[in-house]
Every structure is written in structure tokens, then in C-alpha cells.
């Protein structure tokens, strides 16, 4: 059973860079059977997809956030990874990664709160 | 860009049935799941392609999708099942979440 967790700084100030880690265990994140994503929520708010990395090394952002939304995978280590540049208040939310299995997200990490403040 | 819609709020007495509804365009032609969104917890996908149930979830939770509305259908509502309920769809690669629609259970 896969595994996942998300780790990073919890505070980050206004227009720098975001980044987070998900650790995955119980299986090859390099394993074509898999790919792999983030979701966030902010306070108060709904599910935002934010992008997803597929084994090809392909990626998919949400267009809204794709010129500041980079995904990428460290195979050695089994992690990918999220940044996201310039953030704002707008950014503080509860960040989870995910992978998906017939187009539905049914693992989660348990997430992590980035709070965007100087 | 695509959109999901879905009512603001659902309420229901126990043993009651809850309806969630979720509309988009030609949606029946794209799969659809369902997450329950509890606070401080992470989502739990209890509906996938349209209408499947993943292991462990039980079967009072029930989908269907037809038209431009993708439903969820909780029978015989007990307690626990109130929380957030999202509907979500893939796009042209990108993933659609709609707005939620909270449960309260009187």
C-alpha cells in the first residue's frame, strides 16, 4: 500500500519561492503504474488541483498557476517535488500530494499548512 | 475552461437519504469521483468512475452520471457522514474539483 507524506516550511514570505517534498513509500515512484500530483485548500475554501508529474516525466498544471508551478521527481530518493514562485497570502493553504488510480486520487498524504506572511 | 458545479449545502435527518449533485458540461462523458472532505482531514475518495466504490467504503455511498450531472447518493445518512462532499472530473489533463457541497445532518 503506498504511503505518502509531505514535508516543508510552514512559513514562507510573500513573493518567494514555495516548496514542498512528498516522500513516497510502499512502492517505485519511478514505476509506470503510478503518477503523481498536489492539491491544495485554502482556509475556508475548496479543492484546487494544482499539477501532475507522470513517469514520462510529463507534467500537467493547473493553468491558472502553471507559470509559477514547477513538479518534478527524484527517482533515487522515491520524492517529488513541488515549487511555486512569487507567493502571496492567496497561496496559504493546506497542501497534499496525491496519486491517482482510474482518474480518482484515492491516496493522500495527510498535508502539510504553508502560511505565505513576512 | 471547464467547470463544476455544486450546491452550496445539503441537509438531511438520520436514516434519511442525501443527494449531491454536480453539473458540467456533456459530463457524462467524462468519469466522475466523489471525495468526503471532513475538517483536518485529509479527503477520502468514496465514489470513483462514475459509480464504483473503492474497498472500505460502504454501500450505502452510491454514483451515477448521466447528461451534464454526476450524482452522489448517500442512503440512509448517519452522522458521520457529515462533512464536505467535492465532485471531480479530468479535462483535457487537467483535474476539475467542484466548489463542495457540505452535509449537516440534523
Redesign the interface.
Same mark, same amino acid.
Given at each position: 500500500q503506498l504511503h505518502l507524506q509531505e514535508s516543508g516550511p510552514g512559513l514562507v514570505k510573500p513573493s518567494e519561492t514555495l516548496s514542498l517534498t512528498c516522500t513516497v513509500s510502499g512502492g517505485s515512484i519511478s514505476s509506470s503504474a503510478y503518477y503523481w500530483?498536489w492539491?491544495r *485548500?485554502p482556509p475556508g475554501k @475548496?479543492?484546487?488541483?494544482i499539477g501532475?508529474i507522470y513517469y514520462s516525466g510529463t507534467t500537467? &498544471?493547473?493553468?491558472s498557476l502553471k507559470s509559477r508551478v514547477t513538479i518534478s521527481v527524484d527517482t533515487s530518493k522515491n520524492q517529488f517535488f513541488l515549487k511555486m514562485s512569487s507567493v502571496t497570502a492567496a497561496d496559504t493553504a493546506v497542501y497534499?500530494c496525491v496519486t491517482p &488510480? +482510474?482518474?480518482?486520487? +484515492?491516496i493522500?498524504? *495527510? @498535508?502539510t499548512m504553508v502560511t505565505v506572511s513576512a | 475552461s471547464y467547470e463544476l458545479t455544486q450546491p452550496p449545502s445539503v441537509s438531511v435527518s438520520p436514516g434519511q437519504t442525501a443527494s449531491f449533485t454536480c453539473s458540467g458540461d456533456e459530463l457524462t462523458n467524462k468519469y466522475a469521483c466523489w471525495y468526503q472532505k471532513r475538517p483536518g482531514q485529509s479527503p477520502l475518495l468514496v465514489i470513483y468512475q462514475d459509480y464504483k466504490r473503492p474497498s472500505g467504503i460502504p454501500e450505502r455511498f452510491s454514483g451515477s452520471n448521466s447528461g451534464n450531472t454526476a450524482t452522489l447518493t448517500i442512503g440512509g445518512t448517519q452522522a458521520v457522514d457529515e462533512a464536505e462532499y467535492y465532485c471531480q472530473a479530468w479535462d483535457n489533463n487537467t483535474v476539475i474539483f467542484g466548489g463542495g457541497t457540505q452535509l449537516t445532518v440534523l
Open positions: 500530483g492539491v *485548500q @475548496g479543492l484546487e488541483w501532475s500537467y &498544471h493547473n493553468p497534499y &488510480h +482510474d482518474q480518482a486520487f +484515492d493522500w498524504g *495527510q @498535508g | -
